[in-house]
T-cell receptor, first 115, second 113 residues
Framework: AQSVTQLDSHVSVSEGTPVLLRCNYS??????LFWYVQHPNKGLQLLLK??????LVKGINGFEAEFKKSETSFHLTKPSAHMSDAAEYFC?????????????FGAGTRLAVHP | DGGITQSPKYLFRKEGQNVTLSCEQN?????MYWYRQDPGQGLRLIYY???????QKGDIAEGYSVSREKKESFPLTVTSAQKNPTAFYLC????????????FGPGTRLTVL
């Protein structure tokens, strides 16, 4: 069965320090993986996606993620946190299902950024 | 200005009433989706539609209904049969066959009083 596990429900960092949001996936297929960000009471915005090209994926706002097949991980990082990065982040895996590509969402990680 | 719109942003409903949430897209996408989001949980798929006049149940379809009469519109009705309807509802769309990237609307927060 396909699944996504976000290892931390909450992460708190100081402004200017690195961010690490962890994600492990389980998939029988060669997966497509995504990170989305959601600010309060807003829709989801795509940060980045992995679709079997380069294993290090660069996204918007300075975020990047590395696909590690041996570890079944797709952790999200940013070298220096900004106050505006405070939001909820979702790791998502896409798998074929009944003729279409189904998205399976992790439970989310809430990132807090302190001055 | 292309995108997905959902209305209303906030919706209040009395118990026992049906309510319809609107979702419109002008991205010319074939596929559309409805998700439900509860606090501390990821999104769960309610219904999806790959083409006009066709839709399929997702993981939590009980108590919900949809229609897809036009490519750009995919309204969701929350019926009185839905036991716990208070949640944040998100609509999405994608170009099926061109990858799995889904674009999301801003959401509707439904509260049952």
């Amino acid at each position: 069965a396909q699944s996504v596990t976000q290892l931390d429900s909450h992460v708190s960092v100081s402004e200017g320090t690195p961010v690490l949001l962890r994600c492990n996936y389980s998939s029988s297929y060669s997966p497509s993986l995504f990170w989305y960000v959601q600010h309060p009471n807003k829709g989801l915005q795509l940060l980045l996606k992995y679709t079997s090209a380069a294993t290090l994926v660069k996204g918007i706002n300075g975020f990047e993620a590395e696909f590690k097949k041996s570890e079944t991980s797709f952790h999200l990082t940013k070298p220096s946190a900004h106050m505006s990065d405070a939001a909820e982040y979702f790791c998502v895996v896409s798998v074929p299902s009944g003729g279409y590509n189904k998205l399976i969402f992790g439970a989310g990680t809430r990132l807090a950024v302190h001055p | 200005d292309g995108g997905i719109t959902q209305s209303p942003k906030y919706l209040f409903r009395k118990e026992g009433q049906n309510v319809t949430l609107s979702c419109e897209q002008n991205l010319n996408h074939d596929a559309m989706y409805w998700y439900r989001q509860d606090p501390g949980q990821g999104l769960r798929l309610i219904y999806y539609s790959q083409i006009v006049n066709d839709f399929q149940k997702g993981d939590i379809a009980e108590g919900y209904s949809v229609s897809r009469e036009k490519k750009e519109s995919f309204p969701l009705t929350v019926t009185s049969a839905q036991k716990n309807p208070t949640a944040f509802y998100l609509c999405a769309s994608s170009i099926e066959g061109a990858g799995t990237l889904q674009y999301f609307g801003p959401g509707t927060r439904l509260t049952v009083l």
